[in-house]
């Protein structure tokens, strides 16, 4: 993934009110308020007037949501038209949506779409410009992946708040739901008006590689209430949120973006374990749902993943749990999805499945022009199309896409990075940091004993928009807090000579905070956590992630999780051991024994304070 600079701030010009009314020829008229995801529902039979005046091809380009490069939608830097011109075949986002007619964009850092709010903006404004002066152009819905914790496309100075897994040890309803509001109105100013969050899979699987944190716990119940809370607060602020992933991610070993995962679950356990979040999140009014790209034999037996299964979309998802709001895909281009059929029949299949969205497919070009083919040899049905076309013009006019399609600088000015938005975040990033270990009382840290603190441990690359390494923000946080703090990284595999020159610096220290990150029996910083405890200064260690490295850190004499390394949360950390708030947190996830993963060492619920 790439990082990316300050973009420019100019104004993109906008058509004129008249202009967008006539583009959208009369549909308005039906149209929800643009502030209420959940008005009263449009009237279907002026939007499917809208389909039927649609080509064939424009009615396929409305299925798919991909990716553009660029932070313009007309002059974006040439290496991205590069990019564009080798993925995809045009050179701007505004040649995209004019050859494609695409229904939606996802944001993503990497392709520098996400430099700074008011970039983001232009861009999008550019972005609706672009289709809706196409004839029968039709406003775009544009997403992102704004999870918080590690999974951000949006970065400072947006406020940013702890992930899933850190509300989960917070337990706060009105937090999740103050958490969606503030966040959803900051994406909604910038023009985003779909997220691909909240995640409600149960992560009961300590080595799960790619839900972990994102997830909000291992209770069902718990992550229902804090998912249903979340949904309300982004869904109330005028952005479409995404449950995702269906029918559970939780408890897998193997990361969907390079493997096929199999969820053995029965179906009886399915029920109890993986239903109840997506079913609160339905029961909420949830906007869209997101597939996920693995095998559970219990639901369809075919050897299909979730995307292209028809039993488990349309006989379970639609028929079963009642839900008939839009349905996306994950990612296309993950191998979950690609290893069992080509890049030309996964949208097929998925269509057929019951799929409405088809995001990012890794070929553009190859996997519109199947869709298209395919129902021109009656594989499916233009009927099919329109049921999908339908969902998602219902969505677009329920987030007043058609109404106010564009946004402006000023009210990027007055939602995005608010100083009462960041103390919401601090507020809330201060009730989820959990205390695991404080032998001695060591906890909070005296300032008048142990002035000189050593910070160090793994520094993995920060998420996008913070400020990072992690060892830094957490020293300058001390610094602001009366201790005197200095940062010295080691890394995530720390080296014997990292090691020994981290145990040198502690000797010069009062007291040592190492950040953690997924400790492993084999890792490196298991040693450098036993060597600095063996200095005989006192140590706290962070962990900036997983919270299951306190069960391979047995010598430790102090351990708070912080479930990542945010700013936000490494600030509220600090705050913590400094003694500025108590630690208020508790295990949203069982922490096991290491050497007996049979024998729970910290349940759901544990926490201490002071």
């Not at 895909?329 to 030309?344: E, P």
């Not at 009210?411 to 001695?440: F, M, P, Q, W, Y």
Request: hydrophobic share 45%; with cysteine.
């Amino acid at each position: 993934m790439h990082d990316t600079g300050t973009g420019s701030t100019g104004n993109t010009a906008q058509p004129s009110r008249r202009t967008v009314l006539a583009a959208t020829a009369g549909v308005t008229a039906a149209l929800a308020a643009p502030g209420s995801a959940h008005a009263a529902a449009p009237d279907d039979s002026r939007l499917r007037a809208l389909i039927s005046r649609m080509t064939l091809p424009e009615k396929v380009g409305q299925l798919f949501v991909t990716r553009v490069y660029g932070h313009s939608a007309t002059a974006p830097d040439q290496a991205d038209i590069d990019a564009n011109l080798e993925e995809i075949g045009v050179r701007t986002a505004a040649e995209l949506v004019a050859r494609y007619r695409v229904g939606g964009i996802i944001y993503f850092t990497w392709a520098h779409n996400t430099r700074e709010p008011h970039q983001i903006a232009d861009l999008s404004n550019g972005i609706q410009k672009a289709s809706l002066e196409l004839p029968r152009g039709l406003p775009v819905l544009i997403s992102t992946d704004q999870e918080h914790g590690i999974v951000a496309r949006v970065g400072r100075p947006a406020t940013l708040f702890p992930g899933a897994m850190a509300l989960g040890a917070g337990g706060s309803r009105s937090d999740a739901r103050a958490l969606g509001r503030i966040a959803g109105a900051e994406l909604r100013a910038m023009g985003i008006r779909q997220n691909y969050s909240p995640v409600a899979d149960v992560n009961v699987n300590p080595a799960n590689p790619v839900i972990g944190v994102r997830s909000f716990g291992a209770d069902p119940l718990a992550v229902s209430a804090l998912v249903a809370a979340e949904v309300t607060g982004y869904q109330g602020s005028g952005v479409a949120a995404t449950a995702k992933h269906f029918p559970g991610h939780g408890d897998t070993n193997v990361d969907s973006h390079t493997g096929f995962p199999t969820i053995t679950h029965s179906r009886e356990l399915w029920e109890k374990l993986d239903a109840p979040p997506l079913r609160a999140a339905i029961a909420a009014g949830i906007d869209s749902i997101m597939t996920a790209h693995l095998m559970v034999p219990a639901l369809d037996d075919s050897g299909d993943p979730a995307t292209l299964s028809r039993p488990i979309l349309t006989g379970i998802l639609r028929e079963r749990l009642g839900y008939d709001g839009v349905v996306v895909t994950d990612s296309l281009g993950m191998a979950g999805v690609r290893s069992k059929y080509g890049d030309d029949r996964v949208p097929v299949l998925a269509l057929k499945a019951g799929v409405d969205q088809l995001l990012n497919p890794p070929d553009l070009d190859l996997a519109w022009n199947a869709v298209l083919t395919a129902v021109r040899a009656g594989e499916l049905t233009e009927a099919r199309l329109d049921e999908s076309i339908l969902r998602v013009l219902r969505l677009k006019t329920r987030l007043g896409l058609f109404r106010s399609p564009y946004v402006t600088q000023g009210g990027v000015d007055r939602a995005v990075g608010t100083r009462a938005h960041r103390a919401a975040a601090d507020r809330i990033t201060e009730r989820t940091t959990t205390l695991l270990v404080n032998e001695r009382r060591l906890l909070p840290l005296s300032r008048r004993r142990f002035s000189k603190v050593l910070v160090t441990g793994a520094d993995p690359a920060s998420p996008s928009g913070t400020t990072g390494p992690p060892t830094g923000v957490l020293a300058g946080a001390l610094s602001e807090l009366g201790f005197t703090a200095s940062a010295l990284s080691t890394g995530t595999a720390p080296s014997a000579a990292a090691v020994t020159k981290a145990v040198a610096a502690a000797r010069d220290a009062d007291a040592v905070v190492v950040a953690t990150y997924n400790v492993t029996a084999a890792s490196g910083q298991t040693a450098l956590v036993e060597q600095l405890v063996a200095t005989g200064r006192p140590v706290v260690a962070v962990a900036i992630r997983n919270p299951y490295d306190v069960a391979l850190l047995p010598s430790v004499p102090a351990c708070l999780a912080a479930y990542s390394w945010t700013d936000v949360e490494l600030r509220a950390a600090a705050r913590v051991i400094a003694g500025r708030v108590r630690p208020r947190g508790k295990l949203p996830v069982a922490v096991r024994r290491a050497d007996d993963p049979e024998q729970v060492l910290y349940p759901i619920g544990y926490g201490l304070s002071y």
